[in-house]
């Protein structure tokens, strides 16, 4: 077992993670991984003291009446202490007692230039030196390779034993998902499932038991999908190595988040996440346009339609309505391997719809199958009916030629029962057809044409006719979106061989509600903005697991920060938590 903290110890230790945020990429594994157990269960990793000290301040200093005087204290102390190697990486180990609601055991690892400066010369009783700090003692080892123990428990400390790995042996602990985390954040958590896996095990019964009451409330059916749910999470877990997360800031960039999920070598999780990905080169088939919402994927690999067969016969059997087999997703889904989506930006937006002018490109195994699949389903969506919701559908069964294109008509609309809602759309109570006619307009639901091109098909959901020749172009490779400097620009802060990526034009969102929000006296004034580059996501599904990286670039946090009035942030020096009673305890 490892030392126990205080509360106010890891509140201090949470507030220094939320703000130790840093982009640049830290080449290599950080060596305090080398001495950590193997059985820990739960590590904090700071790949570079410096760097994340430094980055706090520039946060601190971003945040302007919003930051903390007490952090920069902070970061200034442990830059002060004699015999830190600040260009090294540190690590807490914690150990959740076989439970989550105790406060957890800790030990902190300090890369170390010289022990006995760090002590300042402390003469060592049994190994462990003591040293007053923060009003209280704490007690420091040196456990040789450059680093120091630290802890406030002296029976802990002294009987931690340090791990000896080489970095080989540390990368194969994080796996391809956690070397990732570990090489571009300035501080990443690592937990591992295999030493937690005996507490996450004895949540099945209770999770088993809530599967006998959706039996007991739904049916059989819907009880055999939640069987499968869970015979799902149970080969997961059981296949699990570790999850990972990582948080990082550059002021020139911006902030990330990454999280992780690797699978253990040789099992059938780790098989199906082997997958290569090129997801944005699909922005090469959608047409240039501003945007609010952008997305592609890439579904080729043989592990992700494994999955994705696997979904759909899980989704298929916790439904108890028969809607999912009339839609007949799963000719759809058998059919994709791959596309983009552009939910393109609309001056017009109220009276045309949110998603009016949204053009989607997708590749299957087979063009003239994949309509045939679409057709499908919108004739079996036309026919169903449930107890407050109807909905019209149509595909057109031969294709027309709109702007020399042979294209087929489809359209959606829903009737709900406005009783379904709450009321009949009275105040206090939506209107469905209202909301149906903001994201769609007149028409009440999606309406566009579908048409062959490129080496998939074209869809759009308005019949707009100059929209159709633009997706019909691009998806032939004319003035496509892989010329945006936005998406390329978020583009290059992901990670590379990605499965999944997508961006939100945060210019074009505010662009379009600021106007809105000046009206009602929300901002006091709005001026357009320009050249944002979008937040980005992106995911990864090769190497055995999985890493989604958020990134919200610096100037787009300035420019949404700006517009938004300071009262309604809280404001003023308002402290970013209510209990502040140990906010003067800076103790480790």
Request: avoid cysteine.
């Given at each position: 077992m490892l030392t126990t903290f205080k509360t106010n110890t890891i509140r201090s230790g949470a507030a220094l993670a939320a703000l130790a945020i840093s982009l640049p990429v830290m080449a290599g594994t950080p060596k305090a991984l080398t001495m950590v157990p193997g059985d820990s269960e739960i590590v904090v990793v700071m790949p570079n003291v410096g760097e994340l000290l430094s980055d706090m301040d520039k946060v601190n200093a971003m945040m302007g009446d919003m930051g903390k005087a007490e952090v920069m204290m902070m970061t200034s102390m442990v830059r002060g202490m004699p015999g830190m190697n600040l260009e090294g990486s540190a690590a807490v180990i914690l150990d959740m007692q076989d439970d989550w609601e105790n406060e957890p055991d800790a030990v902190v690892l300090l890369p170390v230039s010289n022990f006995n400066d760090l002590t300042q010369g402390r003469e060592a009783v049994n190994g462990l030196v003591e040293f007053p700090m923060g009003g209280q003692n704490i007690y420091f080892r040196d456990i040789g390779g450059g680093y120091a123990a630290m802890s406030n428990d002296t029976n802990i400390?002294?009987?931690?034993?340090?791990?000896?790995?080489?970095?080989e042996e540390a990368q194969a602990m994080l796996g391809v998902a956690g070397n990732r985390v570990a090489s571009a954040n300035d501080v990443m958590v690592y937990v591992s499932l295999d030493a937690l896996r005996p507490m996450i095990e004895g949540s099945f019964a209770e999770m088993e038991q809530?599967?006998?009451m959706i039996e007991m409330m739904m049916g059989?059916?819907?009880?055999?999908?939640?069987?499968?749910?869970?015979?799902?999470?149970?080969?997961?877990?059981?296949?699990?190595?570790?999850?990972?997360?990582?948080?990082?800031?550059?002021?020139?960039?911006?902030?990330?988040?990454?999280?992780?999920?690797?699978?253990?070598?040789?099992?059938?999780?780790?098989?199906?996440?082997?997958?290569?990905?090129?997801?944005?080169?699909?922005?090469?088939?959608?047409?240039?346009?501003?945007?609010?919402?952008?997305?592609?994927?890439?579904?080729?690999?043989?592990?992700?339609?494994?999955?994705?067969?696997?979904?759909?016969?899980?989704?298929?059997?916790?439904?108890?309505?028969?809607?999912?087999?009339?839609?007949?997703?799963?000719?759809?889904?058998?059919?994709?391997?791959?596309?983009?989506?552009?939910?393109?930006?609309?001056d017009a937006m109220m009276m045309n719809g949110l998603l009016a002018n949204t053009v989607m490109y997708s590749e299957g195994k087979d063009a003239d199958a994949c309509i045939e699949a679409m057709q499908g389903?919108?004739?079996?969506?036309?026919?169903?009916?449930?107890?407050?919701?109807s909905i019209n559908a149509?595909?057109?069964?031969?294709?027309?030629?709109?702007?020399?294109?042979?294209?087929?008509?489809?359209?959606?609309?829903?009737?709900?029962?406005p009783a379904m809602m709450g009321g009949g759309g009275g105040f206090g109570a939506p209107d469905p057809a209202m909301i149906m006619q903001m994201m769609y307009g007149p028409n009440g639901g999606p309406a566009g044409y579908a048409a062959k091109a490129g080496e998939?098909?074209?869809?759009?959901?308005?019949?707009?006719?100059?929209?159709?020749?633009?997706?019909?172009?691009?998806?032939?490779?004319?003035?496509?979106?892989?010329?945006?400097?936005?998406?390329?620009?978020?583009?290059?802060?992901?990670?590379?061989?990605?499965?999944?990526?997508?961006?939100?034009?945060?210019?074009?969102?505010?662009?379009?509600?600021?106007?809105?929000?000046?009206?009602?006296?929300?901002?006091?004034?709005?001026?357009?903005i320009d050249g944002l580059t979008p937040v980005a996501f992106g995911a990864t599904a090769d190497g055995g697991g999985m890493m989604v990286r958020s990134v919200l670039p610096l100037k787009?946090?300035?420019?949404?920060?700006?517009?938004?009035?300071?009262?309604?942030?809280?404001?003023?020096?308002?402290?970013?938590?209510?209990?502040?009673?140990?906010?003067?305890?800076?103790?480790?």
């Open positions: 400390l002294g009987g931690f034993t340090p791990a000896s790995h080489t970095i809530q599967g006998d059989a059916e819907a009880a055999q999908g939640f069987d499968t749910f869970m015979n799902l999470y149970k080969t997961a877990v059981a296949d699990g190595q570790a999850f990972v997360s990582g948080m990082s800031f550059d002021e020139n960039q911006g902030f990330a988040f990454d999280f992780g999920l690797q699978f253990k070598e040789g099992t059938d999780s780790a098989a199906m996440f082997n997958n290569n990905g090129d997801a944005g080169s699909y922005f090469n088939r959608v047409p240039q346009m501003d945007f609010f919402y952008a997305q592609a994927f890439d579904l080729r690999g043989e592990g992700i339609q494994t999955m994705i067969t696997e979904y759909m016969d899980m989704m298929q059997k916790m439904d108890n309505t028969g809607m999912i087999a009339g839609f007949d997703f799963n000719a759809i889904m058998n059919q994709f391997q791959g596309g983009a989506q552009i939910l393109g930006a609309s389903m919108y004739n079996g969506m036309g026919k169903m009916e449930q107890q407050g919701v149509s595909f057109s069964e031969e294709p027309s030629s709109i702007n020399g294109i042979e294209a087929y008509t489809h359209s959606m609309s829903f009737e709900i029962d998939g098909m074209v869809f759009t959901f308005s019949q707009n006719a100059d929209l159709l020749s633009k997706a019909y172009k691009a998806a032939n490779g004319e003035n496509t979106m892989m010329s945006n400097q936005g998406i390329a620009a978020a583009a290059a802060m992901l990670p590379d061989n990605r499965v999944m990526e997508a961006y939100v034009g945060v210019d074009h969102i505010l662009n379009t509600v600021g106007p809105m929000l000046m009206m009602f006296g929300i901002v006091p004034e709005f001026e357009p787009t946090v300035k420019a949404v920060m700006e517009m938004i009035p300071e009262d309604a942030m809280g404001g003023g020096n308002d402290d970013w938590d209510s209990d502040d009673d140990n906010d003067d305890d800076m103790s480790f």
